[in-house]
């Protein structure tokens, strides 16, 4: 079964820093892996989407790197706002199966 | 275009009732899936469902329930409620089953179950 970590857990970080949030997971036999922001309360918003066959995936101030191999993904994300201010998770999916979910990284940008 | 539709967004129900929770995919989506969020667990998947037939099934009692319409709108069920169904439902809609590699799930906003 796929285990999925995101580290760190929570992050505060001033307006403006540029952060990395990281995940790893166990089976590197994945189809793609997907990254969402989640409000509270709320639904899952996808971000960014990268195919197993490729190494990253850029959306505006957000860049997603997928290292099959060894398993792990990190967000990056440039010029924070306190917009930004949510719980990232990252889904790797094994296949024409269902997603795995980490625990999440809960972002707080301080203005 | 519309994205995933989720009703109702709260639900409060007695421990030992029933409750049907309904996800409308976008248009054109034809599979379905099914998640329960809480505090502790975290996202778990349910099941999932493509042209009215279960494809996938997570690690859920048998009181947890799905059907899939013709026109791919979906309803899960939960029988004999209890205080550990409290829980956030996420219905996520893709194009196809399988999945294509360069194609992911888009969610809905969500079915907030309260049981008392």
């Known amino acids: 079964k796929q285990e999925v970590t995101q580290i760190p857990a929570a992050l505060s970080v001033p307006e403006g820093e540029n952060l990395v949030l990281n995940c790893s997971f166990t089976?590197?036999?994945?189809?793609?892996l997907q990254w969402f922001r989640q409000d509270p309360g709320k639904g899952l918003t996808s971000l960014l989407l990268?195919?197993?066959?490729?190494r990253e995936q850029t959306s505006g101030r957000l860049n997603a790197s997928l290292d099959k191999s060894s398993g792990r993904s990190t967000l990056y994300i440039a010029a924070s706002q306190p917009g930004d201010s949510a719980t990232y998770l990252c889904?790797?999916?094994?296949?024409?199966?269902?997603?795995?979910f980490g625990t999440g990284t809960r972002l707080t940008v301080i203005p | 275009k519309a994205g995933v539709t989720q009703t109702p967004r709260y639900l409060i129900k007695t421990r030992g009732q029933q409750v049907t929770l309904s996800c409308s995919p976008i248009?054109?989506?034809?599979?379905v899936s099914w998640y329960q969020q809480t505090p502790g667990q975290g996202l778990q998947f349910l099941f999932e469902?493509?042209?009215?037939?279960?494809?996938n099934k997570g690690n859920f009692p048998g009181r947890f329930s799905g059907r899939q319409f013709s026109n791919s709108r979906s309803e899960m069920n939960v029988s004999t409620l209890e205080l550990g169904d409290s829980a956030l439902y996420l219905c996520?809609?893709?194009?196809?089953?399988?999945?294509?590699?360069?194609?992911?799930?888009?969610f809905g906003s969500g079915t907030r179950l309260t049981v008392v």
């Open positions: 996520a809609s893709s194009l196809f089953f399988p999945h294509p590699a360069n194609y992911g799930y888009t």
């Open positions: 089976d590197s036999a994945i189809y793609n």
């Open positions: 990268i195919q197993s066959s490729q």
């Open positions: 889904a790797p999916a094994p296949g024409a199966n269902n997603l795995f």
């Open positions: 248009s054109g989506h034809r599979s």
């Open positions: 469902y493509f042209s009215e037939t279960q494809r």
